[in-house]
């Protein structure tokens, strides 16, 4: 096919097609271009109409995602043909990068996606030119030409992300050791000028929005290039970085923030400059040393300027994992051993992060499903509690007593707070439970649940004045995230408590079954199912809880879980069923009394479940 005006008529008349609402049509044009696309300069004749500021839009982006598309099927891998003619392949690698430069944003972003899919395949044997071509572009665009400059970054970005995760190689050495020598500098030298021209630009938000996105995207090279080892120009310039991060993390400009619960630009960047120094804190410890106290510094007061908003919630945790990696260790851990400095973290930047808020709460109502899941799967490690969380029990471990002491008075304050009026202090309840939780937990697995626990905090002394009077409380259906909190702490610690607390709560979790909330019923459930685990403390051959102590509620158990099986709301839920299994063969032949029932039920449930989830 030559590269003319007819043929690129024609073309645009079966890409106008595909976007027909008449089915027939447009697969008939679906099919037509299938067949032509084998053709020698099919892809020319894309890129041409993409380019063609004459051509519609409509066209313009029919034609480069087509051409996208088509690079994903058909670019040639190690597995498959050669399905794109080698004449081809050096004209898209000659002209794609100059043209997602000059072309419009939504065509830039399916050029780049492309560009990264030959990269992926060719760079860097068998495409040499890649590096030097990106860097030309650096250097022609004017300052302002943002648009181009993060197309190139977006690019780089895509074919350098694997860095971080690939098996460490000769072989792969060898691709960062270029991508280094060739890139790096340019790179740097990028960052250096963004920086000393953002501040001539803050009369203009358009602006500083192109600049900050610039910025965000070398902050994540920047990691990309250092995930591996630290290599020895960002050794070298390591000052530059450090410092125009520091500066980056203390600068606010408004006009960047999110009016809605998605992160503003500014925030995203310094959300990725909390996770490029956490990584240098963690693997070139020594040579980030000098910067580390300057870095918490400028996080815990950045902490404890941020509001409860959730366009926050991604900065808040990565900024705790920061210093939780430093809290940890040895070397760095000084930093936080005055009282003042500890209270201020404790007390500012942690305990306001524990506490649920409302998107939290209209989760456990109207999402019981994603509650769970977060909650006893753990899935949580991206909240803003979690990381709270995690940066509490990275203080513990070389000021513990200090930690423990700081707390106490807020535990013993929000208990009495929570008694004096529970349905407006529930929530205090709530951050109550889930701090002694961190406090406690020195060791924990989902097998066991709480294994080790600190010597300053007596579990089974708060479980029995604070958890098990929640348990007897009448109303099952009063304050049902408390009533779940309480079941979960129980499901915790469950080895850390005697076989008599155990027995007592057994029962209590039986009534819970009949709760009309889906979280509570379910984590009754999964506690009942995590009890019956529980070994003996003097023998751990047999389990604290016998047959004969299950008999006498053995029918009331079964009856609460086929009730949740079979209503419309938890028909699949799995932790019921577990516990279902679990009491079954607890009960050894002890079951035999119930199996018609039993098998009446299961084949009930079976026949309904069209898709089930049961892990029997």
């Not at 920086?195 to 070398?218: G, R, V």
């Not at 423990?404 to 535990?411: A, M, R």
Request: net charge negative; with cysteine.
């Amino acid at each position: 096919m030559e590269i003319n005006e007819q043929n690129l008529e024609v073309l645009s008349t079966y890409l106008r097609k595909t976007l027909s609402a008449n089915t027939d049509e447009r697969l008939e044009a679906e099919k037509t271009l299938k067949q032509i696309e084998r053709n020698e300069n099919y892809t020319s004749l894309l890129l041409t109409l993409c380019e063609q500021s004459t051509t519609s839009d409509e066209i313009r982006r029919a034609s480069v995602i087509t051409f996208k598309n088509f690079i994903k099927r058909n670019w040639p891998s190690l597995d498959q043909s050669n399905t794109i003619s080698i004449r081809d392949r050096n004209h898209i690698k000659e002209h794609i990068i100059d043209l997602m430069t000059r072309s419009p944003e939504h065509i830039q972003e399916q050029l780049s996606d492309a560009i990264t899919v030959i990269g992926k395949c060719d760079f860097p044997d068998h495409w040499s030119t890649l590096l030097d071509t990106m860097i030309k572009q650096f250097q022609q665009q004017s300052s302002n030409s943002f648009q181009s400059i993060n197309g190139i970054l977006k690019t780089a970005h895509s074919l350098f992300e694997r860095y971080r995760y690939e098996q460490k190689s000769d072989e792969l050495w060898l691709e960062i050791k270029l991508v280094l020598e060739k890139f790096a500098p340019a790179f740097t030298e990028l960052f250096k000028s963004l920086m000393a021209y953002y501040p001539q630009k803050e009369s203009d938000p358009t602006e500083m929005k192109h600049i900050f996105n610039s910025l965000l995207l070398i902050i994540k090279i920047f990691y990309d290039l250092n995930a591996q080892e630290l290599p020895e120009h960002f050794e070298d310039n390591i000052t530059i970085y450090m410092t125009h991060f520091l500066t980056l993390l203390s600068y606010d400009y408004p006009k960047l923030h999110s009016n809605n619960n998605d992160p503003g630009i500014l925030d995203q960047v310094k959300t990725e400059i909390c996770r490029a120094i956490a990584l240098y804190a963690d693997n070139y410890s020594d040579e980030f040393k000098p910067y580390a106290q300057h870095f918490a510094s400028a996080i815990w007061s950045l902490l404890i300027q941020l509001d409860l908003s959730p366009s926050y919630d991604e900065l808040i945790s990565t900024a705790m994992k920061f210093l939780s990696t430093l809290a940890a260790r040895s070397h760095h851990c000084m930093m936080f051993e005055s009282v003042e400095t500890l209270k201020v973290l404790c007390e500012q930047v942690i305990l306001p992060n524990l506490f649920l808020r409302e998107s939290d709460v209209e989760e456990f109502e109207d999402n019981p499903e994603e509650y769970i899941r977060k909650d006893i799967e753990k899935s949580d490690s991206a909240t803003r509690r979690r990381a709270a969380c995690d940066f509490l029990q990275a203080l513990c471990i070389f000021f513990e007593p200090q930690v423990v002491s700081i707390y106490s008075q807020y535990i013993d304050a929000m208990q009495k707070e929570y008694l004096q009026n529970r349905t407006q202090n529930w929530l205090k309840k709530d951050a109550c439970i889930f701090l002694v939780l961190a406090l406690a937990s020195k060791g924990e697995t989902q097998k066991f649940g709480i294994t080790k626990t600190s010597s300053f905090i007596s579990i089974s002394a708060f479980y029995s004045n604070s958890i098990l009077p929640e348990f007897q409380d009448q109303d099952i259906n009063a304050l049902p995230l408390i009533k779940a909190d309480c079941l979960k702490f129980l499901i915790d610690v469950r080895n850390q408590i005697d076989r008599d607390a155990l027995l007592i709560s057994i029962p209590e979790c039986i009534r819970y079954l009949s709760s009309n909330n889906i979280v509570v019923q379910t984590y009754a459930a999964h506690a009942i199912e995590r009890l019956l685990l529980v070994r003996q403390s003097t023998d751990q051959k047999f389990v604290a809880i016998t047959k004969n102590d299950l008999i006498p509620y053995a029918q009331t158990m079964y009856d609460s879980f086929f009730r949740i099986l079979t209503s419309d709301k938890s028909y699949e839920n799995e932790y019921v069923m577990r516990a279902v299994m679990r009491l079954s063969s607890s009960l050894n032949d002890a079951v035999l009394p119930h199996l018609n029932l039993l098998m009446d039920k299961l084949v009930m449930i079976l026949r309904r479940s069209s898709k089930t989830m049961f892990e029997i």
